[in-house]
C-alpha cells in the first residue's frame, strides 16, 4: 500500500473516531421529566375561608431539556432547560429556572436563570446541575446558592428528582 494511501485511510479512521467522541449531549437527555408533589392549598372555591387547610393534594411538576436551539449556540453541547417545583400552593411557594445549560461529564451544568423570581437574590457563585441516569433527573445546588434566587419561600433544590414521561433509558 501506497503510502499514500495509508494517510488517507488514518485521517478518515481518525476523523470518524473524533467526530463520535464528540457528538452534543446524548439523545436520551431530551424529552419531559416529572414528579407528583404533595402540597397545601385552600381546598378549592372558598376554601380560605375554611377554618383548616387542605394538604392531601397533589401537583404535578415538570423539567424539560430539549436541544439548544439559539442562533448564537456557544457551544454542540448546549441545551435549554426550563422546570417547575411547587411545594405549598395555598402559600404560592414554588421554584422555577429557565435556561442554558451544557453537557459536561454526564451532567448538565446550568447557566444562571433567564428569568429568576428574585433577580436581586442572584447568587454568582450559584452552579445548579442536573443528573440524568435511568430516566431520573437530579437536582444538585451545593450549598443551597440557587434557592434563594429561582424560589419564592424555603423551598430547595439541591436533590430534587423527576422521573422521565414515557420509555425510560440509559
Partial sequence: MEPASRRFIFFAMLTAFAGLSYGGPPEYIFGTYTRLTPTCG?????????????????????????????????????????????FDIGQNHFCTFRGQGTWVNGRVELDQSNEPLNPAKTDTTCRLTLSISKGVVRLSDPG???????????????????KKEGKQTK
Avoid: M
Avoid at 372555591?45 to 456557544?74: F, H, M, N, W
Avoid at 440557587?146 to 419564592?152: R, V, Y
Avoid at 419561600?153 to 439541591?158: A, C, D, E, T, Y
Fill in 42 to 86: 385552600w381546598g378549592g372555591p372558598g376554601g380560605a375561608d375554611q377554618p383548616v387547610r387542605d394538604c392531601t393534594g397533589v401537583y404535578q411538576d415538570a423539567l424539560e431539556v430539549a436541544p439548544d436551539i439559539s442562533l448564537d449556540k456557544s457551544s454542540p453541547d448546549a441545551v435549554h432547560v426550563s422546570f417547575g417545583l411547587h
Fill in 144 to 162: 443551597q446558592r440557587c434557592s434563594a434566587s429561582l424560589c419564592i419561600g424555603p423551598g430547595k433544590l439541591n436533590g430534587i428528582s423527576y
